[in-house]
């Protein structure tokens, strides 16, 4: 089973896809990770990403769309895969149809985690992870059960993404209204469009996209 994650900056895309992998197997492939790594490695690629991520804007569409045609065909994402973070344009969106369907492949949910974008500058602005295991964690709704630990490694190094300052997150939300909200109704008109509760419990948010999985 294939399925994108839609939704702002903030929305939970990264942590429930975590989760989905874990629980149904599927390969998280998150387009923001493979471009910090991407970054922290010096690469081509990587040095004409890093400041425009820094500003909060989109990467140009040409690097994304091979990046992602490659990386579904790798072996680990046959059995199935989440994407994360793509597409962020119609464009993207467009090539990643023609991608699948060169593959005999097809999308079987898009889910927006619906969400009320206002509330994403603060939910962002918390946040930080560990690391070395990648564990995610928020200042307030979800902090680590000893301050500065990772409650999963026991990792004592965390860190903040340089592109969760306010001033970043509000271009970064910009962005995701003016280019990423029109694959709402690109997928709409496909009939693979559904919505979820994204301002839910997280554990809610879970068992909802579960449902819509098992559903399938
Ligand atoms: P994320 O971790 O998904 O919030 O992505 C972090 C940053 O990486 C974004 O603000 C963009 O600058 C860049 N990025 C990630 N995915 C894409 C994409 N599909 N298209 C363009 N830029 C992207």
Redesign the pocket.
């Known amino acids: 089973m294939n399925v994108v994650l839609v939704g702002p900056?903030g929305a939970g895309?990264?942590t429930q896809a975590q989760r989905l992998q874990e629980t149904y197997g599927l390969r998280h492939l998150?387009?923001?990770?493979m471009?910090?790594a991407e970054v922290a490695g010096g690469t081509a690629i990587g040095k004409q990403?890093k400041a425009?991520?820094e500003r909060?804007?989109?990467?140009?569409?040409a690097i994304?769309i091979n990046m992602i045609a490659e990386r579904i065909g790798q072996p680990d994402a046959a059995k199935g895969f989440l994407l994360?973070?793509?597409?962020?344009?119609v464009a993207?969106a467009e090539a990643l149809d023609t991608t699948l369907s060169a593959r005999k492949q097809r999308l079987d949910h898009v889910i927006q985690l619906v969400v009320d974008n206002d509330a994403m500058v603060e939910r962002i602005s918390g946040r930080f992870s560990c690391k070395k295991c990648g564990a995610g964690y928020h200042d307030s709704f979800r902090p680590t059960k000893k301050a500065g630990v990772c409650d999963a490694c026991g990792s004592t190094e965390m860190v903040r993404?340089p592109?969760d300052k306010p001033e970043t997150v509000r271009t970064?939300l910009a962005?995701y209204d003016k280019q990423t909200a029109p694959l709402l109704p690109y997928y709409r008109r496909q009939g693979v469009l559904r919505e979820v509760d994204g301002m839910a419990p997280i554990d809610t948010v879970a068992r909802l996209l579960g449902n819509l999985i098992d559903a399938a």
């Not at 998150?30 to 990770?33: E, F, L």
């Not at 909060?56 to 569409?61: H, N, R, S």
């Not at 994360?84 to 344009?89: A, I, L, M, Y």
Request: charge should be neutral; charged fraction near 35%.
């Open positions: 900056p895309k990264g998150s387009t923001g990770d471009l910090r990403a425009i991520m909060g804007e989109l990467v140009p569409d994304l994360d973070g793509f597409p962020r344009t993207q993404r592109d970064r962005a």
